[in-house]
């Protein structure tokens, strides 16, 4: 069983940045396919960024040259660096976890990312 928990969302200016924290409890964090997912109000979820156990790391077109991802697996943490957001970036951001060799897979419980002057 993994548990979760978002942290530093919250209320940024266009053209700001801010770093979201995904801290894992649990072991085997290392065996976890990790990924940030988006959802704006009225829309479907959306997969923003992943990073593989591996540290192979994907993004989505829309993000793509603002947003990183990384992980520090001796702290159990992904994290996602946000740079020059836009207003069209306000959603809550949920942090996942898939497990690379079988399938189990883990939602946070979300962080909101308001992004507006």
């Known amino acids: 069983q993994v548990q979760l928990v978002e942290s530093g969302g919250g209320l940024v200016q266009p053209g700001g940045s801010l770093r979201l924290s995904c801290a894992a409890s649990?072991?085997?964090?290392?065996?976890?396919?990790m990924a940030w997912y988006r959802q704006a109000s009225g829309e479907q979820r959306e997969v923003v960024s992943s990073?593989?156990?591996?540290?192979?790391?994907n993004y989505a077109a829309s993000v793509k040259g603002r947003f990183t991802i990384s992980r520090d697996n001796a702290k159990k943490t992904v994290y996602r660096q946000m740079n020059s957001l836009k207003p069209e970036d306000t959603a809550v951001y949920y942090c996942?976890?898939?497990?690379?060799?079988?399938?189990?897979?883990?939602w946070g419980q979300g962080t909101q990312v308001p992004v507006s002057s």
């Open positions: 649990g072991s085997i964090f290392s065996l976890y396919n």
């Open positions: 996942n976890a898939v497990l690379s060799i079988r399938p189990v897979e883990y």
């Open positions: 990073i593989t156990s591996s540290g192979r790391t």
